[in-house]
């Protein structure tokens, strides 16, 4: 078994609940040992940081600054799997604006920055993911459709910021007309369908990743899961699995243009973009049924599950040896009966480098794991 050794060592200062802290970690499975309250998720929470640029609890970096401190900083070692480049210098930190580095060079653009490592957190929040808003599902879309495709940040983040001018304009109608909204509308257009390209193809390969993974957590006989793409368009696009994509994405345009036009009136009077990318979904059902009205308890948290795993294994192929892929895992066993537990330390990566928060080493983890425990104290 090959493990890919990607963060050896970590450092925190001033964050969260750390003053400062330094950990040695393995390839592997590194196990976060501690009583609760300890520190053991903020470590977690640390590495994420590193990986996106954001926080899997808090949309508000502040939050992240140790009590009565001005400032936080993450470092971190990142080692490439295949050892065919330098160890990497990763540094992070917020005071009064956010500061990142590579290797000791300020880096200026966040999208410069991140997926230096590939990451995907497991946590209780993601029973969101089976039953909470349409917001949940696109974020976990667009981390996941970024990690995927490198190019996937820049149309993002242009369609965003189109959306935003066009909302402004709408909010000042004396000052703005059609024509100023126009420019940005193009763009919107432009960007939109390349977001809502990959989002669809992002989809498309994670439903048959959750297809081949759900016999192992429901048996012979599982519930019948399905995902399908959701676009937030007045004039829905079901294209064909076989379409050409220069095809589907004049389709998208043309649908987003429309959409627009068709809402233009309603726009003016709410000064706000109604439909459009924002307000795509990722539809999950159960039996033909929606999944959050119908699902109990148990069978939302299992397809979140799933949606987890799944995502890991879609992430190890797309770093090909290149990147090291990084999964934490924080405290998402405890509504699992004893099958399903088993079931998921069996499914989960071999190749990726493992941290998992616990009170307590797990009864389950299987013999092929090489284990690595690690006490934290506050």
Known sequence: MVFSDVIPRLELRSFRNYCRAEFTLAPGLNLLTGANGTGKTNVLEAIYYLAVLRSFRTRQIRDLVAWGAESFQIKADVRRPDFSAATLRLAAGFGRERE??????????????????????????????????SAERRRFLDILSSQLDGAYLHDLHQFAQAL?????MLRQPQRFGRRETGVFETILVRHGAAVMMRRRRTIRILRQRVLEDAPAFHGEMPPRLELAYDPGVVKAVRPGEEEEEQTLAAR???ALME??????????????????????????????????????????????????????R??????????????????????????RRAAFWRLLPRQAQLFFACTAPPAEIPADLAVTIHPVSP
Do not use: M
């Open 100 to 133: 990142i580095s590579l290797n000791s060079a300020p880096v200026g653009k966040g999208s410069e920055f991140i997926h230096q490592f590939l990451c995907t957190a497991f946590i209780p929040e993601d029973i969101e993911l089976a039953r909470g808003p």
């Open 314 to 339: 879609l992430l190890l192929e797309a770093a090909a040896g290149r990147r090291g892929v990084v999964l934490l895992i924080d405290d998402v066993l405890g509504e699992l009966d004893a099958a």
């Open 164 to 168: 935003k001018s066009r909302n402004a």
């Open 252 to 254: 998208y345009e043309t």
């Open 259 to 312: 959409s627009l036009e068709a809402n233009r009136a309603r726009d003016e009077q709410e000064r706000l973009t109604t439909w459009g990318p924002q307000r795509d979904d990722l539809a999950l059902f159960i039996s033909g049924k929606p999944l959050a009205a119908f699902g109990s308890e148990g069978q939302c948290r299992t397809f979140a599950l799933l949606l987890r795993l799944s995502s890991a």
